[in-house]
Nanobody
Framework: QVQLVESGGGVVQVGGSLGLSCAAS????????MGWFRQAPGKEREFVAA????????YYAAAVKGRFTISRDNAKNTVYLQMSSLKPADTAVYYC??????????????????WGQGTQVTVSS
């Protein structure tokens, strides 16, 4: 049984930083591309960042590029999202997701097979 468990969400002030973690179990972690998505109230779930199986290739949404950093530790079956210079527009539930590394469409919600339960990030002004 695949489980993705996010942690690290919370409330942070504008301009602050926050780190998220996602611990994976029940899957061959190094064979999966790991992604972070977010969903704000009334909006569709959107791509934030992804890291290929080796961590060497990373992908970012334009809205977060230069502010967020994704990384992964295959020895710990964990993927991280370090967020800085946070804005109110970053407020959302953040989800960790996994897709087989052979499948394309790294930015697409539908490409991911497994999802975490989500963690709330609130940026207050």
């Amino acid at each position: 049984q695949v489980q993705l468990v996010e942690s690290g969400g919370g409330v942070v002030q504008v301009g602050g930083s926050l780190g998220l973690s996602c611990a994976a179990s029940g899957l061959a972690f190094s064979t999966y591309t790991m992604g972070w998505f977010r969903q704000a109230p009334g909006k569709e779930r959107e791509f934030v960042a992804a890291a290929a199986w080796s961590g060497g290739n990373t992908y970012y949404a334009a809205a977060v590029k230069g502010r967020f950093t994704i990384s992964r530790d295959n020895a710990k079956n964990t993927v991280y999202l370090q967020m800085s210079s946070l804005k109110p527009a970053d407020t959302a539930v953040y989800y960790c997701a996994a897709k087989p590394r052979w499948r394309g469409q790294v930015l697409a919600v539908a490409a991911y097979d497994h999802w975490g339960q989500g963690t709330q990030v609130t940026v207050s002004s």
